[in-house]
């Protein structure tokens, strides 16, 4: 049912972009099992058989990030995140360099975000991922006693060995916030390194488009922004991006209503409840993983204090309250 209604978001977003369905040089490809969301790339400059190899060696290049980043699931031949929550406490892991590399930017993370974004939030955001699955609110002791292992230092990674571990029993990774916006990067890196100008990468609603929308005569992508309250697929605005990502964090994403009051999936860590400044923000800026960190960040800020983080990184933002 999530997988039919994204994808209905996301055909509404290509036709948005497209301006010209029946252009022969669009081709588009979906993926539907990785980082639990709806992935679809398009572009403009590929015959078939080109399209069709780069977009294997794209879906081997997600699945890849996916695998390393997953926190639910071990996969034999490498270390991934599952392993390292697993063996906190332990013994440092050797993990690979793309690991190694995202882990230093999850680390950087809590740094440019002034510590709302902290990756070392799992013990916290897992009680709140088990409430939204039984529908029974973690009591405010659970999750204080659960703060206590959220400190970003239990996170230590030794570059000269690639290892990484969890120094805290019990503390936990939750990449969430930051996995889907590198995985963006790291793909769109690929498809500009294989000469591809124009394109869309559509990664669950984190947008990233290059070059422009062949054959429209137009000069920009033009991206639909979610209405935070009405059907999925309902857009409220629109923004005009190129050679750009556009990333939404969102209270009408992952959320229960208990009383009649929403409780959705973005922690304040100075709170360990949902945030309630804004119902989205969507920031737009080159670098995909630093919208997708952005996008977090200034969810969980006042407005002015977002926006001035924005500008501090070139992006520019669009709230919906
Ligand atoms: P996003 O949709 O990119 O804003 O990321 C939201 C996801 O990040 C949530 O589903 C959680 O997995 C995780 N998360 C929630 N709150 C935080 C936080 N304060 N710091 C880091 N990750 C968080
Ligand atoms: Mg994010």
């Known amino acids: 049912m999530k997988k039919t209604r994204l994808l209905i978001l996301c055909l509404c977003v ?3 972009l497209s301006g010209c369905k029946s252009d022969p040089e669009i081709r588009t490809t979906s993926y539907y099992d ?4 709806y992935i679809s790339f398009t572009t403009y400059d590929l015959d078939e058989a080109e399209f069709n190899s780069v977009s294997e060696e794209l879906y081997t290049l997600l699945q890849d990030f996916h695998h390393q980043t997953d926190i639910y699931h071990h996969y034999d ?47 916290v955001t897992s009680l709140w991922h088990e409430a939204r699955e039984t529908g029974t609110l973690p009591s405010q002791e659970s999750l204080n006693a659960a703060a206590e292992l959220t400190d970003i ?19 936990s990774l939750d990449v969430g916030a930051l996995a889907k916006g590198y995985a963006g990067k790291l793909a769109v890196n690929f498809l500009r390194d294989s000469g591809i100008d124009n ?7 984190n947008v990233c488009a ?4 062949v054959g429209t005569g137009r000069d920009r992508f033009t991206i639909g922004i ?5 059907a999925d697929g309902t857009y409220k605005t629109t923004c005009s991006v190129k050679d750009a990502c556009a990333v939404t964090s969102g209270d009408y994403q992952r959320f229960i209503e208990v ?9 304040d860590p100075d709170t360990l409840q949902p945030s309630a400044y804004h119902h989205s923000v969507t920031v737009i800026c080159e670098d995909s993983a630093m919208a997708d960190l952005l996008s977090t960040a200034l969810f969980l800020m006042p407005e002015e204090e977002g926006t001035a983080l924005a500008e501090s990184y070139g992006a520019e933002v669009i709230y919906l309250d």
Do not use: W
């Open 14 to 16: 290509l036709f948005l």
């Open 34 to 37: 990785l980082f639990d969301t």
């Open 77 to 123: 031949g490498m270390t991934n995140l599952y392993d390292m929550n697993a063996a906190a406490g332990g013994n440092p892991l050797t993990v690979s360099e793309t690991l190694m590399d995202f882990l230093n930017f999850c680390i950087e993370a809590d740094t440019v975000s002034n510590h709302k974004v902290n990756v070392m939030l799992g013990s």
């Open 153 to 171: 230092h239990f996170l230590k990674i030794n570059s000269q060995d690639n290892t990484a571990v969890i120094t805290m029993p019990g503390a």
């Open 199 to 205: 394109f869309v990468l559509n990664l669950g609603g």
């Open 210 to 213: 290059y070059g422009q929308p």
């Open 226 to 230: 979610q209405d935070p309250r009405a």
């Open 259 to 267: 009383d009649g009051v929403r409780y959705h999936h973005i922690i």
